[in-house]
């Protein structure tokens, strides 16, 4: 069999799978760009992405599990605890949770490996998520809101063009099965945002602050709480 109908053929599987895993969208996107590595040659010998061999074991994981089902889509009560999220690659990332706030500074360097404003709008949702499900219990649909459409419709889709992003997604993937909850992004623009100043520097009282929370470890080294 020709590679290239190999690889479509797996891909289709494993995109139809997604439906029940819902976090598998962002584990295909490696076999995406090699999909379309085969546009202008198709009959040429391929190498897979890099990561392409890590994706495929999480696949083979998941799919070893004794027991895989997912609810039927319907509407659910969502909780919305009026929570932003944003970034501003000049100064840092702020969340808001109500009348709290937290914010973080990005520090110089922070732009590498591919890392962008589209990654800092990501590690702000993660930052967020981690601190709706560490101080809210009772509700496993929470809505959160955001100005970056890029992560906003990223989520929605399952996936974001930007690879740091789509490694952010996965992590907030684990956290939210760890903790049985949902998440659901809204697009909100800038001006509407309570957490756009946070990000450019601009700060509420500090009796408003929030408490501390687990940072994700492997980014401490890119931002610090202030």
């Not at 089902?69 to 949770?97: E, Q």
Request: hydrophobic content about 35%; overall charge positive; proline content about 8%.
């Amino acid at each position: 069999m020709h590679p290239l109908v190999e690889v479509q053929k797996l891909y289709g599987k494993l995109l139809h799978a997604s439906l029940v895993i819902t976090a598998g969208c962002v584990y295909l996107t490696n076999l995406e760009a090699m999909l379309s590595g085969f546009n202008n040659s198709p009959f040429m010998p391929h190498t897979p992405p890099c990561d392409t061999s890590n994706d495929l074991k999480w696949w083979a994981e998941r799919l070893q599990s004794p027991t895989l089902s997912r609810n039927v889509p319907g509407p659910v009560p969502l909780t919305d605890l009026n929570t932003f999220s944003d970034a501003s690659s000049g100064f840092g990332i702020g969340i808001t949770i109500g009348n709290k706030w937290c914010a973080w500074c990005l520090l110089p360097g922070w732009k590498s490996d591919g890392q962008d404003i589209s990654w800092a709008e990501a590690i702000g949702f993660e930052l967020l998520t981690r601190s709706i499900l560490s101080s809210s219990s009772g509700s496993a649909y929470f809505k959160v809101y955001g100005d970056n459409k890029g992560v906003v419709e990223g989520w929605w889709k399952g996936h974001s063009r930007n690879k740091q992003t789509n490694i952010v997604f996965r992590c907030i993937h684990a956290i939210l099965n760890t903790q049985q909850c949902t998440i659901h992004t809204r697009y909100v623009p800038s001006q509407d945002n309570p957490a756009d100043e946070l990000s450019r520097g601009v700060y509420p009282p500090l009796a408003h602050l929030l408490p501390k929370h687990t940072h994700p470890p492997r980014t401490m080294q890119l931002y610090h709480r202030l």
